[in-house]
Structure formats: structure tokens, C-alpha cells
Nanobody, 132 residues
Framework: VQLAESGGGMVQPGGSLRLSCVASLRTRGNYCIGWFRQGPGKEREGVAVVDADGSPSYADSVKGRFTISRDNDKNTLYLQMNALTPEDTAMYYC???????????????????????????WGQGTLVVVYS
């Protein structure tokens, strides 16, 4: 499985970016796929994940600001990020757990801190910098 992220950049607080992740597998399937990030000096954390039925889940820190979506025809996952703050500065990764049972993906956005789970597929990351 190959995942390739793009769309990162530098933006001022309050700005927006849209990240894309092109997957070598169908973005609609019985597995978890989503966005993760690791900021300077911080643990890697889940940001937004899509379950097998398409239901999204979000970390509390991004609820109401970020939206995860997918284009199944293009095998592409997106992350629309609005109202960005300096705390959102991080390397953003697309990752998938191909063995997760349906209905379990929310664990990644709510609890993942760099260990646990079975995220066997990762992209190379795309850098987001929010500067004042």
C-alpha cells in the first residue's frame, strides 16, 4: 500500500489549507484511513479518521475546524483545515489500518498517541506551518 500526501505549506493564523492523500488502494473499504500529525517536540496524534462506512471522527482539538473527506473515484483522501492556529503546525501524515474492524476507527482520532493500533501504511508526510 502506498500513500502520498500533498498540500502542506505556510499560512498565517486563521488561514486554510487542504491536504490530499492519494492511495494505491480504494479509499472505501473495510479499514481505517485518516490523517495524523506530529508537531515539534510532540507525540504523533490522530487528527481525523474515516471508518469503513464513511463515518468520520475527529480529535477534540480540530472539531469544527477540520473536515475529512474522500473521493473514491480518485482514491484520494482530503483534509480541509480552516481557522488554523500555530498549534496546528506539524508534519501531517496519511495512514491506514488495514485490519481494523468496522466501527473501531474512532479510537485513532480520540486516543492514538504514537503507539498502539495497527497503522501499517504511512505516507511520507506534508509539512504545515502556521506562523504569526
Amino acid at each position: 500500500v502506498q500513500l502520498a500526501e500533498s498540500g502542506g505549506g505556510m499560512v498565517q493564523p486563521g488561514g486554510s489549507l487542504r491536504l490530499s492523500c492519494v492511495a494505491s488502494l480504494r479509499t472505501r473499504g473495510n479499514y481505517c484511513i485518516g490523517w495524523f500529525r506530529q508537531g515539534p517536540g510532540k507525540e504523533r496524534e490522530g487528527v481525523a479518521v474515516v471508518d469503513a462506512d464513511g463515518s468520520p471522527s475527529y480529535a477534540d482539538s480540530v472539531k469544527g475546524r477540520f473536515t475529512i473527506s474522500r473521493d473514491n473515484d480518485k482514491n484520494t483522501l482530503y483534509l480541509q483545515m480552516n481557522a488554523l492556529t500555530p498549534e496546528d503546525t506539524a508534519m501531517y501524515y496519511c495512514a491506514a489500518d488495514l485490519s481494523a474492524p468496522p466501527g473501531t476507527c474512532a479510537w485513532y482520532s480520540e486516543h492514538y498517541r504514537g503507539t498502539g493500533g495497527a497503522l501499517g501504511a504511512w505516507g511520507q508526510g506534508t509539512l504545515v506551518v502556521v506562523y504569526s
